[in-house]
């Protein structure tokens, strides 16, 4: 095994992994909802529409904060080799799945899992070991 230094940095992961930990304690505290990506973005979509102002800041700031660090001069950018069709296809297949697993990663994995869901165990797990199984096919078997 070799790790990939220029990529390897654990500085920036562990500060954007609080701020993340941070993110999630602040809005279950002060708001009493998780901060499961699939949910908020759920609750403007559904009718009736409730909740709509946090909603709407939580999700502005997801978007806004690549956006301000790409003008503070921070790289943003990610080399995505797959065309609209591919990546239509995958958003549509994570968004059932995330309606099956009643949440997304970040609302099993980093809220779930920080409860002690059993649930949230589980899918996390699976969508772990969805993605390590997507790596290994796409790296060795279909020579990416």
């Known amino acids: 095994m070799s790790i990939d230094l220029v990529h390897f940095t654990p500085g920036p992961s562990l500060a954007g992994g ?4 941070a993110a999630a304690a602040v809005l279950i505290l002060f708001n009493g909802r998780i901060a499961g990506i699939s949910g908020i973005l759920g609750g403007l979509l559904s009718l009736p529409r409730h ?17 301000l660090a790409s003008l503070l001069g921070r790289s943003t950018t990610l080399d995505i080799q797959a065309g609209w069709g591919e990546i239509l296809v995958a958003g549509f297949i994570v968004g059932l799945g995330t309606r099956y697993a009643s949440g997304c990663t970040s609302g099993h994995g980093v809220c779930g899992l920080s409860r002690g869901a059993i649930r ?25």
């Open 18 to 21: 609080i701020g993340i930990g």
């Open 51 to 67: 909740d709509i102002a946090w909603r709407v800041a939580f999700l502005a700031g997801l978007i806004g904060a690549p956006v």
């Open 120 to 144: 949230s165990l589980v899918a996390t797990a699976t969508f772990m070991a969805a993605g390590f199984l997507t790596v290994f096919v796409h790296q060795h078997l279909m020579g990416g």
